[in-house]
Nanobody, 122 residues
Framework: QVQLVESGGGLVQAGDSLRLSCTTS????????MAWFRQAPGKEREFVAT????????YYADSVKGRFTISRDNAKNTVYLQMNSLKPEDTAVYYC???????????????WGQGTQVTVSS
């Protein structure tokens, strides 16, 4: 069983930055594609960013492209989401997800974290 634990959320002002972290258990982290999703109140969970097991391939939602950066440190079993130039519309619970195999921009992930709240005030 793989467990994912997110951290780094909080309350910030528009234009600020935050870095989310997701640490996983298990010894096969380097074999997983990782992703971040988010869910705002009253909305469906949506894709934010994904990264391949090697870190060589990344994809982003259009809404965050150029502002967010996903990265990973396989030695630390951790994936990061650097969020810059935050906007009020980025307010959501952010979830980390893992899957065996290739990256996906859909919800087709095997393991999910509990989420961390990000609130951006205007």
């Amino acid at each position: 069983q793989v467990q994912l634990v997110e951290s780094g959320g909080g309350l910030v002002q528009a234009g600020d930055s935050l870095r989310l972290s997701c640490t996983t258990s298990g010894r096969t982290f380097s074999s997983y594609a990782m992703a971040w999703f988010r869910q705002a109140p009253g909305k469906e969970r949506e894709f934010v960013a994904t990264i391949s097991w090697s870190g060589g391939t990344t994809y982003y939602a259009d809404s965050v492209k150029g502002r967010f950066t996903i990265s990973r440190d396989n030695a630390k079993n951790t994936v990061y989401l650097q969020m810059n130039s935050l906007k009020p519309e980025d307010t959501a619970v952010y979830y980390c997800a893992a899957r065996v195999g290739r990256t996906r921009t859909t919800h087709d992930y095997d393991y999910w974290g509990q989420g961390t709240q990000v609130t951006v005030s205007s």
